[in-house]
């Protein structure tokens, strides 16, 4: 499968998000109306599983930002301080 840039960067930024909404779900209201699904490994497409891996090698290849407000800004050692 070919991937496309835009495509890995906005995977990357969902990705981001993500991680940075799971992060904030442990601090907020334990009463929430729409959580997000976590998926098992194994119950992924191989497309999904492609997507995945080609959003962790681009987070993985952005510098650290140095910075934890803006979730498409930021790199895989961010996520690693956090």
């Known amino acids: 499968m070919v ?6 960067t906005t995977t990357v930024a969902i ?3 993500l991680i940075a909404s799971t992060l904030l779900v442990a601090v ?6 729409n959580p997000i699904v976590r998926s098992e490994w194994s119950q992924l ?4 599983k492609s997507l995945y ?5 681009a987070l993985a290849a952005r510098p650290a930002s140095g910075q934890y407000v803006d979730p498409t800004q930021m790199g895989w ?3 690693v301080q956090t």
């Open 53 to 57: 891996v080609a959003a962790t090698q």
């Open 77 to 79: 050692d961010d996520f």
């Open 3 to 8: 991937v496309r840039a835009t495509t890995v």
């Open 15 to 17: 990705t981001t998000a």
């Open 28 to 33: 907020s209201d334990a009463a929430c109306t």
């Open 45 to 48: 497409t191989a497309d999904q």
